[in-house]
């Protein structure tokens, strides 16, 4: 199991389903396996459990002190696990982090996005609405997702080259990227510091408070300085983690470079077959002594 | 090999009745090394013949019988969560196997009390009791 296939499984599970409003009932999720839903209040590091009754089905408890959003997207998860049929995979790490988080956990992560959100019900509402964070938060409030959750499915979803970074300790956790930005091969190695020219550095230490910047696109990427780059971006001081917005404001300029990028690698053959020419390479001349 | 959930509850009848291993060997006519690898999960559950001796050396209740017995058919039951069931009446298969089938989001591990509590909560909302 890959994040890929827990991601199509998951739109093959919502269509089955049949969800077609939004906020998503989260009760149709559990009918075709009679389970249900409940609440109790737990540790704040237990966001919730399943447990199976042979014969009747299983129980899903959510953690009540949890927000709506996290609780929503916690039910979809244990979903996740219920469907992709992948056992638990908690104990190498705290749930709340990427950091050396197990794939099971990351594919049910993925599951449940979709679930949440899914994909064709959230192009519908998204559109071609501006990518920054007041979208996120009008999207979030319409599907009850958190706004991580959202911002993530935004980014990933535009026809646009942009991408949406989530860093945390002043460094990157990960990076979600649009089809047009994975294709213009734009990358963030996971654990890389979060740049100082950026506004997401500014609002952790405390030199930029609006969170908006545009700026020269190698700020974040290398080899980008011909791309104007629109970020946003928001800081959340408890968790220490910075949340980005990137869009490029001209699409050219990202097709400038994925143009770029072909012709380095074209130039760079060497070693490879010579084009068909037509000119049989033998009889050379040449006989062996 | 991890210790087995029937391995321990074993060890800890024995250990309740201030047996050593040879001494309860003696007492079920069992070689008390082969009693020592059950309590270690080197060995499964012993046939029924041996199981008759061994309990009976061990002076066990009707539910520790019927939990033992449910221990040696059920291996996916934790250790410590078997351990705990030895200590309370009311802890039924049924219930070790609810505990058992958590699937837990987040890093916090109730303790095996809790567990079976929330089993017997989860088994009261499931059939429409709460």
Redesign the interface.
Known sequence: MNEFEAELKARRFVQEVGITTIPVDLAKYLAPFKGKIAEDQLDDDEAGYTMTVAGRGPLITLNANDREARRRFTACHEVGHLVLELPSEHELGPGWSYFRRPLHEICCDVFAAELLLPYKLFIAQAGNRSLNFATVDELRILFKASREATASRLAATSKMACGYVLSEGGQVRHLVRSAALRAANAWLPPGSPVPSQSAAHGLRVGTDFSGERTHAGDVWFDGWGDVEMIESSIFIRGYDQTLTLLSCADQDDVDAISQKQREERSDGDDGLLKPLDGQLPWPSGKRRG | MAESAFGAVMRLLRERRGLSLRELGTLADTDHAYIAKIERGEKEAPPEETFARLARSLRTSAHEISLLRFLGATPNIAPDLAVHAVGDLEVTP?LL???A????????R?SPAELIV??K???R???GNE
Request: proline share 5%.
């Open positions: 049924e196997t609810i505990a089938s958590t699937v837990h989001r987040g890093a916090g109730p929330r089993a909560r989860a088994k909302i499931m059939e």
